[in-house]
């Protein structure tokens, strides 16, 4: 088994990952991702396993709305309009990071991983992939008030999956 960001992560995880970089290897794709509330795990996973490092390109930690906007191109009218946790900005997220690096495929998560404002919902978590001349795609997740870490190694799984997806598409 890799020894990959730390052994309190799923097995499921583990696999998911060596899954993920062995195949886009093969394909000779790239990889970037564009993180709020995992804060950079999925960027860590996914440069932590020997031999794979051409793989990644680079990650976009972007917990504040000024950061989504300044490093990934997105509207601070949008973010305002639609809420930094929401599919519009999930889906920015990603096209943005596609277009500041030079991955051919991209992963952004915005959610609450834990409490925060009284009308904000613990758990809910929005995704999207991104891939060089297709169809942006989302999903969105209500993992509950399961704790920030939780959420956060949930988020890791559902990551890894979308992409995945992108690449056998």
Same mark, same amino acid.
Not at 52 to 76: M, N, T
């Given at each position: 088994?890799? *020894?990959? /960001?730390?052994?309190? /992560?799923? &097995?499921?995880? *583990? ?5 993920? /970089?062995?195949?886009? &290897? +093969? ?7 564009? *993180? ?5 795990? !999925?960027?860590?996973? !996914? ?8 793989? @990644?390109?680079?990650? @976009? ?9 300044? #490093? #990934? %191109? /997105? ?22 990071? !596609? ?7 991209? !992963?952004?998560?915005?959610? @609450? ?9 613990? %758990?809910?978590?929005? @995704? ?37 997806? +992108?690449?056998?598409?």
């Amino acid at each position: 088994m890799i *020894e990959t /960001l730390s052994a309190a /992560l799923p &097995d499921r995880i *583990e696999r998911l990952t060596a899954t993920l /970089l062995e195949r886009a &290897d +093969a394909a000779g794709v790239t990889l970037a991702t564009a *993180e709020s509330c995992t804060g950079g795990m !999925l960027a860590s996973l !996914l440069t932590d396993v020997d031999g794979y490092g051409h793989v @990644f390109d680079r990650g @976009f930690v972007v917990y504040s709305e000024a950061a989504k906007c300044q #490093l #990934l %191109g /997105l509207a601070p009218e949008q973010v305002d309009r639609c809420g930094a946790v929401s599919r519009p900005v999930a889906v920015a997220m990603a096209e943005g990071a !596609l277009a500041a690096s030079d991955a051919q495929i991209t !992963l952004a998560v915005t959610g @609450f991983a834990g409490p925060g404002a009284p009308d904000d919902e613990p %758990g809910l978590v929005h @995704f999207a992939c991104a891939r060089e001349g297709r169809k942006t795609g989302h999903r969105e997740e209500h993992f509950g008030d399961i704790g920030r870490g939780e959420v956060r190694v949930a988020c890791l799984g559902v990551a890894l999956e979308m992409m995945i997806a +992108a690449l056998d598409a």
